[in-house]
Antibody
């Protein structure tokens, strides 16, 4: 059974960097069939794809966040991470990691529970 | 970016009702449309992929249809565990984008 679990600080100060890690169990992130992604959901709002990483290390980012985002992977620990710099209150959200199946179509087939990150001084 | 809209934004229904949720894309996305269910405080769960394919383990009362720009999620007979928020998501283009959600509440 595939499981994803987010971890990291729940409170970040404005202008600082948000850092989260997703630990994956039940499967290897070294797979050609999946992207490993970060998605966020501000309180009361919809879902926003932040970016993805492929097993090769290639990354894809939402253009709206690209200048502030970095996603990396540590395959030996079966983890991948998110860094979002220069955060503002608008970055307050539930951050979730997920797995995106790649095929003729694609979809997010496994999700972590999500972790609330609040940006506040 | 492809914009996704959903209607209605919320609905009230009773157990046993047939429920239909509509999703519209701002441009042709063929069948690259997925549906997710999110219960309060929980992660979204994949329900339907590629417009009409039921995800493994999900009840057959859920079905999806459509292609191009207009899509539908149908719950044939609403059950107590189906009260949740439903999101559509397009996978035609990067970035993948989601609809704003439809909240299904108990009447």
């Amino acid at each position: 059974q595939v499981q994803l679990q987010e971890s990291g600080p729940g409170l970040v100060k404005p202008s600082e960097t948000l850092s989260l890690t997703c630990t994956v169990s039940g499967t290897s992130i070294n797979s050609t069939s999946y992207h490993w992604v970060w998605i966020r959901q501000p309180p009361g709002k919809g879902l926003e794809w932040i970016g993805s990483i492929y097993y090769s290390g290639i990354t894809y980012y939402n253009a709206s966040l690209k200048s502030r985002v970095a996603i990396s992977a540590e395959t030996s620990k079966n983890q991948f991470s998110l860094r979002l710099s220069s955060v503002t209150v608008a970055d307050t959200a539930v951050y979730s990691c997920a797995r995106r199946f790649l095929g003729s179509s694609s979809w997010f087939d496994s999700w972590g529970q999500g972790t609330l990150v609040t940006v506040s001084s | 970016d492809i914009q996704m809209t959903q209607s209605p934004s919320s609905l009230s229904a009773s157990v046993g009702d047939r429920v239909t949720i509509t999703c519209r894309a701002s441009q042709n996305i063929n069948i690259y449309l997925n549906w997710y269910q999110q219960e309060p405080g929980k992660a979204p769960k994949l329900l339907i992929y590629a417009a009409s394919n039921l995800h493994s383990g999900d009840p057959s009362r859920f079905s999806g249809s459509g292609s191009g720009t207009d899509f539908t999620l149908t719950i044939s007979s609403l059950q107590p565990e189906d009260f949740a928020t439903y999101y559509c998501q397009q996978s035609h283009s990067t970035p993948p984008t989601f609809g704003p959600g439809t909240k299904v509440e108990i009447k």
